[in-house]
């Protein structure tokens, strides 16, 4: 009742003890989840729309809890931003991406392959996260290029002065930026053309009905057109069917992540997508038109 302002009630009910005693049982043993190894990056593909070639993988946090098991970051990442947990966590995700980016670049020979992390809006706020970029990149020796950050558009819209500060020495150091779930906050196309971006991720929102929605489809077509004028690259979340990915290729979108080509999986099965697309051995018959 009290986010909701003034003037508002909220009814009790009994569930609310048992969520709220969950979420503190969850605080409780996330303040252990590091030093337990209890988390796991998995990996979610961004593929060539079409030719299925795997160009960056975006690194996606898990839990797996030793009692409710493997918990989604919806879950955990709000409690571990207002506990703090979130930059030690960050950290790890950040140093654990890149030093298995570097991995299957020397190993498997995939020079240019990219890897993406979220940061979270809590994240974005610290004043040394440059400094932790650059020193994470020269601890797991990757390459500034092959990593690239997301924010979504909400946190860039925190605080634009600072936002445009971070993101234009993230520029210089050559780390690129996305910004995730296009579409869903703010941002304005002024400081859309202000921030030094590489990337716009379309929101799964505006692709889950695209094939049956001329809204969905005259919204993306008119996200592709402004990525384009603005000189960025476009990924499409969230494409589960062949029609949705027929028509974004029509639309022109470059890249597209989501379930029809691979949900997000663990570093063994990541690995095995690389060398099968190495060896050109991959499915193509989902990618056919
Ligand atoms: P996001 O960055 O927008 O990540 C995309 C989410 O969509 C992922 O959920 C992914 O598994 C899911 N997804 C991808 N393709 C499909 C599809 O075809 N269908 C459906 N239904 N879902 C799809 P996930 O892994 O649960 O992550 C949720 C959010 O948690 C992420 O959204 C991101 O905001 C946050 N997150 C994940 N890992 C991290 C992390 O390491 N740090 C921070 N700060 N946030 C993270
Ligand atoms: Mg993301
Ligand atoms: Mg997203």
Redesign the pocket.
Known sequence: AKLQGRNHYQIYNSTINSEASELLSLENSLHYALERDELR??Y?PQVDITTGEICKF?????WEHPQYGLI???KF?PI??ETGL?LP??EW?LRT?CTQNKIWQNILGHSSLRV??????R?FQQPNLVDTVQRILTETQLSPKHLEL?I?ESAAMQNVDFTKEILTELYKMKVSISI??FGTGYCSFNYLKQFPIRCL?I??SF??DLTSDTNDAAIIRAMIYLARGLNLSVVA????TQEQRNLLRILECELM????FS??VCTQEATELLLKSKSRLIDTSILAA
Do not use: W
């Open positions: 990056l998995y979610q975006e690194a996606l946090l898990r989604s970051p919806s990442i571990a931003e979130i966590i960050s995700v991406a993406a992390v979220n940061l979270s809006p994240q997301e979504t995730d779930d991720k929101d799964r692709v889950r979340e969230g494409v589960e992540q989501g379930n029809l949900p997000a």
